[in-house]
């Protein structure tokens, strides 16, 4: 499947909470958000600021390293953080019923998806997050299906 893609560079982690806080009030119920990037390149910062934006308190709000799946609750929408690091492939993730949650009238929000792509669904937005220097990171935003490429779009645009 083509997706729609962009580019964006941020100088400092208040842009990337700022690029968190957009993507929060475009969320809704459905949505699956993949991250992948080296370790420190922003993914759980970006996933902190999302749920902060959304709403979440910030005492709900953990990597979910050990646990696989974490749920948030209290905020505008549920979500569900996953952090894929620790998962061999595809069958190990299904043991976990993280596929089940897939959907579910949650926005996921995904770290390490390359770790299993077979998980994201048909519609996704993927982010790739690298260093560009000490402070500096670059995000290449994919839009997968009608609902990637609109979060593509409205997370773009001026």
Known sequence: ???VKASLR???PQQTRAFGAKLASLLRPGDFVGLQGDLGAGKTLL???IAEAAGVPSEQIASPTFAIVHPYTGGRIPLHHADLYRIADY???YATGFLD???AGS???VEWID???DAAPREWLRIDLRHA???TREMDLSGYGARGAALVAALTAA
Do not use: K, Q
Request: net charge negative; glycine share 8%; aromatic share 4%.
């Open 10 to 12: 941020f100088s400092s």
């Open 91 to 93: 069958d190990e993730l």
């Open 107 to 109: 926005a996921m929000l």
């Open 115 to 117: 770790n299993v792509p």
């Open 47 to 49: 996933v902190r600021s």
């Open 101 to 103: 949650l897939v959907g």
């Open 133 to 135: 220097g000490l402070r």
């Open 1 to 3: 499947m083509e997706a």
